[in-house]
């Protein structure tokens, strides 16, 4: 094929795609986008290594995407794709970080911690028994 990786058919008549090697780059980020690149041009890894829910979300993905350039907004492009305004709100999100993060996986990271006061923990003990009447629940002292 070229530099990056090898085609050669196997004996049932498939392209076998090789990726290429670790030896070649000098870090393994620029080794994983070549590998990338070699994945992305073979359907048949492709296909291979990922499943059919894998593809219908990368389509839908892609799909918003391209809603979101058209000017669409979030309920239009939920309607046509049956998907959340979360998920476009985090593929949106996506476009200028670089790169798609689950909304999970976001949450994990930048989840707020919780500031509790003195008294959060304590509260008073409600004294006497509990009555329902037709106004309300009311507790009469034993």
Known sequence: MDKMGKTDKNKMGKKKVALPS?????SRTEWEAACWQEVVRSEELLQTLTTNYERHHLV????????????????QIGEELFISPQTISTIKKSLTEK???S???RSKKERRKR???ANSFFKPK????PVR?????????N
Do not use: F
Request: charged share 30%; net charge positive; no cysteine.
């Open 60 to 75: 839908l993905r892609a799909a918003a995407l391209e809603g979101l350039a058209l000017g669409k907004n979030y309920k």
């Open 22 to 26: 670790l030896k070649n780059y000098s």
């Open 126 to 129: 409600r004294r006497g028994r």
């Open 115 to 117: 500031n509790y006061s």
């Open 99 to 101: 790169s798609y993060r």
């Open 103 to 105: 909304y999970l996986e």
């Open 133 to 141: 009447t037709k106004y309300g629940t009311i507790r009469i002292p």
